[in-house]
T-cell receptor
Framework: EPEVTQTPSHQVTQMGQEVILRCVPISNHLYFYWYRQILGQKVEFLVS????????KSEIFDDQFSVERPDGSNFTLKIRSTKLEDSAMYFC??????????FGPGTRLTVL | KQEVTQIPAALSVPEGENLVLNCSFT??????LQWFRQDPGKGLTSLLLIQSSQREQTSGRLNASLDKSSGRSTLYIAASQPGDSATYLCAVSSGGSNYKLTFGKGTLLTVNP
């Protein structure tokens, strides 16, 4: 069964450093998403991506965040200058449309 | 702004018991509702999807219902097993054309042998 994959599974970085989280969505899906979950809190929407552009972003998704789909298969989330409060589990998801969103296993980001 | 609430926050039951998890949402203009399972430190596994035009969906021992007008959904688990122990998340898709999900905080289920 097709699945969403994410790399790395765990990323440790120093405050102020740039990180890139990578995702490979399911191949025939059209909608792509990033969510995050801070330990003990709800899963929160960050950004959605459709037709090679951002379709919606949350208040969390400020100028330090960016997304790209550079080669038609990968979908990346870049955090330009990490802060302590960016420490969280980041989930990538994809869907064909208004149907099931399939989530990847997540990348745990730890900012020291 | 859509808000999703799940009750109870935690539930502990003996093996074999039938149980119901509750989810409520504030804006009934939804595309669909999904139930997920999350094991500690792991990703989200989709259990059931109910489209806004549907009333219920079933998969094995799981049955989810949706009452869109009252903003409620329930997840019924029959004959619970220790392997069902996990956090169960409810999420609704609404707002605009991008189908983003708004999640509840989840119900932590423990099934005791």
């Amino acid at each position: 069964e097709p699945e969403v994959t994410q790399t790395p599974s765990h990323q440790v970085t120093q405050m102020g450093q740039e990180v890139i989280l990578r995702c490979v969505p399911i191949s025939n899906h059209l909608y792509f998403y990033w969510y995050r979950q801070i330990l003990g809190q709800k899963v929160e929407f960050l950004v959605s991506f459709y037709n090679n552009e951002i379709s919606e972003k949350s208040e969390i998704f400020d100028d330090q965040f960016s997304v790209e789909r550079p080669d038609g298969s990968n979908f990346t989330l870049k955090i330009r200058s990490t802060k302590l409060e960016d420490s969280a589990m980041y989930f990538c998801a994809s869907s064909w449309g208004s149907d099931t969103q399939y989530f990847g296993p997540g990348t745990r980001l730890t900012v020291l | 702004k859509q808000e999703v609430t799940q009750i109870p926050a935690a539930l502990s039951v003996p093996e074999g018991e039938n149980l119901v998890l509750n989810c409520s949402f504030t804006d009934s203009a939804i595309y669909n509702l999904q139930w997920f399972r999350q094991d500690p430190g792991k990703g989200l596994t989709s259990l059931l999807l109910i489209q806004s035009s549907q009333r219920e969906q079933t998969s094995g021992r799981l049955n989810a219902s949706l009452d869109k007008s009252s903003g409620r959904s329930t997840l019924y688990i029959a004959a619970s097993q220790p392997g069902d122990s996990a956090t169960y998340l409810c999420a609704v898709s609404s707002g605009g054309s991008n189908y983003k999900l708004t999640f509840g905080k989840g119900t932590l289920l423990t099934v005791n042998p």
